[in-house]
């Protein structure tokens, strides 16, 4: 494979946009990217997107975006892979340019969840999960995460309240990122007393439902131009499990996160003590974890203890989710994937501003979709 | 871009399969494939699909049929790109060849539409043109493409009945084809006589609602094996136009079918009389006659003619759906652009049983998306 590099990025501010829609949202997200390359136009685009059938009534969505952000009659389709679309949509960029289709491409994650009316956005997250053997009967996505983390305390005898850091750290590192949607930094307190949504996952356990857009200009070697800050795609991987959670050996073992990333660490001879930073999926706590564990940051069980002792913060051995992650800088679900690449991509040319790690080389960035059914994991080095 | 080829075909049936779901047809179609290109497994899997979350509930397709036809953990997410997600399906295959992220890799294009209640399936279909300013407002996607044949036939002089041939050509070549859903033949009187849906297209101008999975096993040189039968991708590309019709100059060019069949002409240094069978995307007639006028076999308006003169006949100068095509084989959406590869590979190899064609070299596929708005088009080489 010939070898591709980030030369642009671009992120909306997650949170609620109620005055824009997918449209808006993914052209600007398409524009801001363009202008980070300063480039005119790109001849691809792969649309990471996850519900725009389900709760916007909007397929054909990568059609839309070309047109709105004026790239017609550029190459455009969307990618899904629910949770992991936004990483998925990054790879089908990545293999454009390596397959040499194009020579520059460009991958946009967007969500716009707000437009969901009742119920319709749990019922298009539970989509992720198995239709016949889970969802249809009644287990939203919270409800099945919740069986993984019952089975992760079970097993390992952790207690809910040791999950906390995870949401901690999430908050406090996305207090420094004006595009995060959550500022505020919470408490173990907090963390606590946080509501039950399905026992044993409550509010601050969990990625909120949010709107936003990023975008990841991707290029060969032959493309970049004096001006650009290339970050290289050192390695890029996708890989599946089982849908159903009833269906799997073992609840604690998330394989396609695990074969993903054995991929990417054995593309390039990298080990996981290499990573300088790791924007994990951190949509639940226990996801995590698991997360943390299927990648070698941890031995089965341990990756909360690495929370507990502080090794996941800014500057400590694995610095992860370090703008905040999908707990704080908010979850648009497709398009969550893309907006890790984008801060990896700063955290290695050096623009994470406040939240800047020092000297950052290599990172590594992991899209979870289902309950671990389907997951993305990239390799960046500056 | 390194060769890539296609050695292994399956399809299933296309009609109503009231007793197999998404799963069970997408399934069928990947064992099948694996069993014609005679091989185990593959570790890359694109899933063309459009209405899967509308229709049936089910995000996360493409993991959802690895895990049901024995591929895990093998890379698997789904490419949409309305009525063209198909094509697009194979696109993303080959790329993924060409590019070396594997050797060999499958598409499956499958669709189950029948599983739509009450209006479902239409509020599913419309979501392929823009929900803002055209489906929003009450517009179908029978009754914009009744626009397009409602000017065609304004600029042009053809009436209604001139597009009789297009529909009878179909039919008859569907006769043949075990895999159609429609294989008694129409006569013109047939087509006149036909209800209306949306003025002027009637039930005859029209494919049908149904149910179906295709799917293409694609490798490197390096992987084609004695035994395979390889055809060769000699050219792919993809291209868009606007999503609302009413911000198009000129209703009758299809300016994403025109780009991607010029990229695929200039990619190979050939023309439209090279081909000898075009399969073509005739989900209304009209849209059949702006097809083969993008792609270069009629001027402007002169299609009708082509239909009228036999030209488009097995055996005559350039013959379309020799195995009924959209019309009559039928359209199970997301899988019609994979159906299409599927059925130019048996012709160009020699499997077409009764509608083979005497010494196929050379195929053009063309799958359409929205009402124009995406098109990818493919060529492939005996």
């Known amino acids: 494979m010939r070898d591709v590099f980030i030369i642009g990025t671009s992120q909306t501010p997650v949170g609620e946009h109620w005055h824009l829609g ?6 600007t997200a398409i524009r801001d990217a363009l202008a980070d390359a300063q480039l005119e136009r790109v001849d691809a685009l792969y649309v990471g997107n996850m519900l725009s059938g389900c709760v916007n009534g909007q397929e054909n ?38 397959a040499g289709a194009h020579e520059i491409a460009m991958a946009v994650g967007v969500e716009k969840m707000t437009d969901g009316l009742g119920g319709t956005v749990s019922a ?105 800050e290339p970050v290289r795609i050192a390695a890029s991987a996708a890989a599946t499990d089982t849908m159903a959670l009833g269906t799997r050996d073992d609840l604690l073992t998330l394989r396609s996160a695990a074969a993903s990333a054995s991929r990417c660490f054995e593309a390039t001879g990298m080990q996981p003590r290499d990573m300088d930073l790791f924007e994990a999926h951190d949509a639940f706590t226990v996801i995590t974890a698991l997360s943390l564990e299927a990648c070698g940051f941890a031995p089965r069980g341990a990756a909360v203890r690495l929370a507990r002792d502080g090794c996941l913060e800014p500057g400590a051995c694995i610095p992860i989710s370090t703008c905040g992650g999908l707990k704080a800088r908010g979850h648009p679900v497709g398009a969550s994937g893309t907006y890790q690449i984008v801060e990896a991509t700063l955290q290695l040319r050096g623009r994470a501003g406040t939240n800047q790690l020092h000297d950052a080389r290599r990172a590594l960035t992991q899209s979870i979709g289902g309950h671990g059914s389907v997951a993305v994991t990239h390799i960046l080095e500056a």
């Open 22 to 27: 997918l449209r808006e949202l993914g052209a």
């Open 61 to 98: 969505l990568a059609t839309l975006l070309a047109d709105a952000a004026g790239l017609l009659p550029a190459e455009a389709w969307k990618v899904e892979a629910a949770c992991a679309s936004g990483g998925a949509a990054v790879r089908a960029a990545a293999l454009a340019v390596a």
């Open 124 to 228: 298009g997250l539970a989509t992720a999960s198995d239709q016949d053997y889970e969802a249809g009967h009644g287990f939203t996505f919270a409800a099945l995460s919740a069986l993984l983390m019952r089975r992760y305390m079970h097993e390992t005898g952790w207690a809910r309240e040791d999950f906390a850091p995870f949401a901690v750290t999430a908050h406090r590192n996305a207090a420094a990122n004006e595009h995060a949607m959550f500022r505020e930094p919470i408490s173990a307190e907090d963390f606590s007393r946080s509501p039950m949504v399905a026992s044993p996952i409550c509010v601050l356990d969990a990625a909120p439902i949010c709107d936003g857009a990023a975008a990841v200009v991707v290029c060969s070697k032959e493309a970049i131009e004096a001006h650009h």
